[in-house]
């Protein structure tokens, strides 16, 4: 019973290189999304997707590209990392939009930009 | 927009009392849904607890009790009988009928049990 899977658990990129995480769920969730944590600021949104093609903007979405090509997974890239991404990355799903349903985490990827 | 505040960064406890963190919240919204996440240094993000604004009643989950006030705006998290693995940082998040999943986070509060 994986549930929201997130690879990898550590990275460690330098100023303007490139990397994508990965997150794949395997509860036929509708709804995903990307959150960056920071000390003192919670959780912001990054991106979110309603479904297999449709992605939508979050709160910070500078600097961050998302597709959903499938219901599965739900890959975040930084297509020029910078000292300022260095934070912890979510990825939550759930079973649609709907406010009431319950979203279930990833373990995170620790991401530090040198 | 709403917004969701968490005024204390940090809160400690002795082990078997009793602690409350405070959450507040603002939005014009009049359906939505309050949720208490724990992250423990393993840095999962758990659910705790939720309530839906309509319900008058309080959740609880066995130690675990809020304290609802809809109309100030207020979601407090109660824990009984703090025990050691309750230590971890809480946040307190919002999810409205417009936003729907896009949740809005609190700062978090960082809970210190003490033996």
């Known amino acids: 019973n994986a549930g929201v899977t997130q690879t990898p658990k550590f990275q460690v990129l330098k100023t303007g290189q490139s990397m994508t995480l990965q997150c794949a769920q395997d509860?036929?969730?509708?709804?995903m999304s990307w959150y960056r944590q920071d000390p003192g600021m919670g959780l912001r949104l990054i991106h979110y997707?309603?479904?297999?093609?449709?992605?939508d903007q979050g709160e910070v979405p500078n600097g961050y590209n998302v597709s959903r090509s499938t219901t599965e997974d739900f890959p975040l890239r930084l297509l020029s990392a910078a000292p300022s991404q260095t934070s912890v990355y979510f990825c939550?799903?759930?079973?649609?939009?709907?406010?009431?349903?319950?979203?279930?985490f990833g373990a995170g990827t620790r991401l530090s930009v040198l | 927009a709403q917004t969701v505040t968490q005024s204390q960064p940090e809160m400690s406890v002795q082990e078997a009392e009793t602690v409350t963190l405070s959450c507040t919240y603002d939005?014009?919204?009049?359906?939505?849904?309050l949720f208490w996440y724990k992250q423990p240094p393993s840095r999962q993000m758990i659910l705790v607890i939720r309530?839906?604004?309509?319900?008058?009643q309080n959740a609880t989950e066995n130690r675990f009790s809020v304290n609802f006030q809809k109309a100030a705006k207020s979601f407090s998290l109660k824990i009984s009988d703090s025990q050691l693995g309750d230590a971890a940082m809480y946040f307190c998040?919002?999810?409205?009928?417009?936003?729907?999943?896009?949740?809005?986070f609190g700062e978090g509060t960082q809970l210190t049990v003490n033996p």
């Open positions: 509860m036929n969730h509708e709804y």
């Open positions: 997707s309603v479904g297999a093609g449709i992605t």
């Open positions: 939005t014009s919204e009049s359906d939505y849904y």
């Open positions: 939550a799903s759930s079973f649609d939009r709907g406010t009431k349903n319950i979203q279930y």
């Open positions: 998040a919002y999810g409205g009928e417009t936003s729907g999943s896009r949740l809005t």
């Open positions: 309530q839906e604004a309509y319900k008058q």
